[in-house]
């Protein structure tokens, strides 16, 4: 059974994924009308996804540990961006946000010693680092390739397998 501290804490954490998740949907819908970019668009989309996955892992095991997961209210998130850059840099800065909301989590299991929840939330502690350390990646290459059109094609034609490379 979850204490209502663990509860609280883990339907913040819930609502967090599905902001994530409506957040890179706004990037992918974004970069979706820029022209030649087809496989960031790919990536923000599968993103999006991913973090749709995260809330409902979260969801299922408040639920089946007695609690009650809440669907939360969303606000809008951020439509439009200047550059493909400035997407990334926003990208990373929302994983860091995200990364702490996790730790928050995890402060919380041990002083309820809660060792379950605490067990359970390893794996996103170790996805965390993983998504932490794609993001970086993806904004390393996008300042080595500054406002170098080709460089542009060739991100592109990357990201699909950087992003693979790093999740294996
Ligand atoms: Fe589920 Fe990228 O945080």
Same mark, same amino acid.
């Given at each position: 059974m979850l204490s209502k501290k663990m509860?609280?804490?883990l339907n913040e954490q819930i609502k967090i994924e599905a902001e994530s998740s409506q957040v890179y949907l706004a990037m992918?819908?974004?970069a979706e009308i820029q022209p030649g970019i087809d496989n960031v668009t790919a990536f923000f989309y599968q993103h999006s996804e991913e973090e749709r996955q995260h809330m409902?892992?979260?969801?299922h095991f408040v639920n089946e540990r007695g609690g009650f997961a809440t669907v939360p209210?969303?606000?809008?998130?951020?439509?439009?961006f200047p550059s493909i850059k400035h997407a990334f840099a926003a990208l990373l800065k929302h994983e860091e =946000? @995200?990364?702490?909301?996790?730790?928050?989590? &995890? *402060? @919380?299991? #041990?002083?309820?010693?809660d060792y379950? $929840?605490?067990? =359970?939330?390893?794996?996103? @502690?170790?996805?965390?680092? *993983?998504?932490?350390a794609l993001a970086?990646?993806?904004?390393?290459? #996008?300042?080595l390739i500054g406002d170098d059109k080709?460089?542009?094609?060739? =991100?592109?034609?990357?990201?699909? $397998? &950087?992003? &693979?490379? &790093?999740e294996q």
């Open positions: 509860q609280k804490q992918a819908s974004w409902l892992k979260l969801i209210a969303l606000p809008q998130p951020q439509l439009t =946000f @995200v990364s702490e909301s996790i730790n928050k989590c &995890i *402060e @919380v299991s #041990l002083e309820e010693k379950a $929840t605490n067990n =359970f939330l390893q794996w996103y @502690v170790a996805e965390q680092i *993983e998504e932490e970086r990646t993806m904004n390393d290459k #996008l300042e080709s460089g542009m094609y060739l =991100f592109d034609k990357d990201i699909l $397998t &950087i992003s &693979i490379d &790093i």
